[in-house]
């Protein structure tokens, strides 16, 4: 229990500092590596609470695809990083409104909690009986069988943004010279080399 | 005080004595691998490959261990010390901490976890980060351009990796690595999965950046990529991260395809080999072709490397996904439900 609990702090003492370095390195590389290290812990925090398969999707999904696109389009950005922090004090008001926001409602889910002790175990229901099936199993059962049309269309959503994002920005230019494959497979030797016999001293 | 012993220092000292019994093997391993590579390109292209360093050149690793060591390790001026520096270190980690979850033989692994193969995916996937990092901090055109070609690499071929991990999955019915080998006990997935063990073996070797896919450290255009700036001990942890890569990637490819410790018949002669000893074989055989394909194919082309992994790959094991989980449901071959 002493090694879980050091275990725990470390982790989250971990993810709160990378979470104020993130926002506060004057580098946006470091930020971006600093983000990845707050991800790293909350996998942590995940493992520590027995959701072993959140955790690990966390660090697939986030650490090793969504982090690496950032840290692609940071590095490759040229923007003189010092002049755009000369407005970060305008933007104070909207961030401090969202964190306001976000800790009124954490007050409010977790007031719940204390005032009505039930409230959990109706949030609990769905799951299926603790012991026995891991948690993998648990969230495929919840997922893909008892809401399977609710998490089918929340993907279709998400397939619909992301052609939607495709279709904005495709754009077809006709002065490019695309490669084909096919022509390019189908090319025989008899249709493009021609043997010759030349006799000497004329031209072909 | 004899109740910490038992409690905490024990099972501490325990747990350190059993990752030296796995990391200090597999360093040798990796060791010798370089000197394989180089004696196998050798005999395959008619020369001798190491000879002079000890008996059939069996010690030319350590000597070259040593003169890394002992060579100077030099700082760009313009580089990202910090970066810089941490960048080797963590290719190597995260080829090590792999490990963890790799059953050697039965019942012999570190840490037994239920999401096993999900851990592997996710150490594979920050493998990345060790290359975009040293290209980055380096502050230098050629390392950057290896550590762009390397990311876009290693996150396309990332997506196929899972989709074929997905396949073996629908026909285990488990996420633990060891279950995954019990379930080869009739037959090896490699013959009812073909067309995806060789999609795994072709993205292992694009993952690994290894020939013909080792387009980050393209010599003739990028002299050597990633790694230009780096000398001494952190170029060499860079050079023994990819051996060591490559070892956990034949060795999930065992585990996933190849029957893991499992005898190749069941056949009580067969039996009585030890497993550590069939997982040594299968992972050394796939290395085997690891390197030879090193010896026999030229570099892929950027254009080509890219339309392979997301318009030939992609789609395949895509389809093999949907395949496989329809031949489930309509034959009913639910694997291990429990229910």
């Known amino acids: 229990m002493i090694i879980q609990a050091l275990a725990f702090y470390l982790f989250a003492a971990t993810a709160v500092a990378s979470g104020v370095m993130v926002i506060s390195a004057r580098n946006p590389v470091h930020s971006v590596l600093f983000l990845i290290l707050a991800f790293f812990n909350s996998a942590g925090l995940f493992v520590l609470i027995g959701a072993e398969f959140l955790a690990m999707i966390l660090v697939v999904v986030y650490v090793g695809a969504v982090a690496v696109l950032f840290l692609f389009v940071v590095m490759m950005l040229d923007i003189n990083f010092t002049e755009l922090r000369e407005g970060f004090l305008q933007y104070l008001p909207i961030g401090a409104l969202i964190g306001i926001i976000l800790a009124a409602e954490l007050i409010l889910v977790f007031g719940s909690w204390v005032v009505s002790p039930e409230a959990t175990q109706i949030l609990t229901a769905p799951t299926l009986p603790a012991g026995g099936v891991t948690n993998t199993h648990a969230l495929g059962q919840l997922i893909y069988t008892d809401y399977i049309y609710l998490f089918q269309s929340a993907g279709l959503v998400l397939l619909v943004a992301m052609i939607g994002a495709i279709v904005l920005t495709l754009r077809h230019r006709p002065d490019v010279r695309r490669q084909k494959i096919s022509d390019q497979v189908e090319r025989r030797r008899e249709d493009v080399i021609e043997i010759r016999d030349i006799t000497t001293g004329s031209g072909v | ?339």
């Open chain 2, 1 to 339: 005080m004899v109740d910490f012993w038992w409690n905490y220092a024990w099972p501490t000292l325990w747990i350190v004595i059993q990752i030296l019994f796995l990391v200090v093997p597999l360093l040798i391993v990796v060791a010798y691998l370089t000197y394989a590579e180089r004696k196998v390109i050798g005999l395959m292209q008619l020369r001798m490959g190491p000879n002079v360093v000890g008996p059939f050149g069996l010690l030319q690793p350590f000597a070259d261990a040593l003169k890394l060591m002992t060579k100077e390790l030099i700082i760009p001026t313009g580089a990202n010390r910090v970066v810089f520096l941490m960048a080797p270190m963590l290719t190597f980690i995260l080829a090590m901490v792999g490990w963890a979850v790799i059953p050697v033989s039965e019942g012999w692994v570190l840490s037994n976890i239920n999401v096993g193969v999900l851990y592997l995916f996710a150490i594979s996937s920050l493998g990345v980060y060790g290359i975009i990092m040293a290209g980055w901090a380096s502050n230098s055109k050629y390392p950057f351009l290896g550590a762009l070609r390397s990311a876009a690499q290693m996150v396309s071929y990332e997506v196929s990796i899972g989709f074929v991990i997905i396949t073996v999955l629908l026909a285990v019915g488990s996420l633990n690595l060891s279950d995954i080998v019990l379930a080869q006990k009739n037959v090896w997935f490699f013959i009812p999965l073909f067309p995806m063990f060789i999609v795994f073996v072709i993205s292992a070797l694009a993952e690994t950046n290894r020939a013909p896919f080792d387009l980050p450290e393209a010599e003739a255009e990028l002299v050597t990529g990633y790694n230009v700036e780096y000398s001494a001990m952190a170029f060499a942890l860079f050079f023994l991260g990819e051996y060591a890569n490559m070892v956990l990637m034949s060795g999930m490819t065992v585990i996933l395809f190849l029957g893991g410790w499992l005898p190749p018949f069941d056949i009580a002669i067969l039996n009585w080999v030890p497993g550590l000893v069939w997982f040594a074989l299968k992972v050394s055989a796939m290395l085997f072709v690891f390197l030879w394909v090193r010896a026999t194919l030229p570099r892929y082309r950027y254009d080509q490397l890219m339309r392979l992994g997301w318009k030939v790959f992609l789609p395949l094991s895509l389809g093999w996904v949907v395949l496989t989980a329809g031949a489930i449901v309509v034959f009913g071959w639910y694997p291990g439900i429990v229910n």
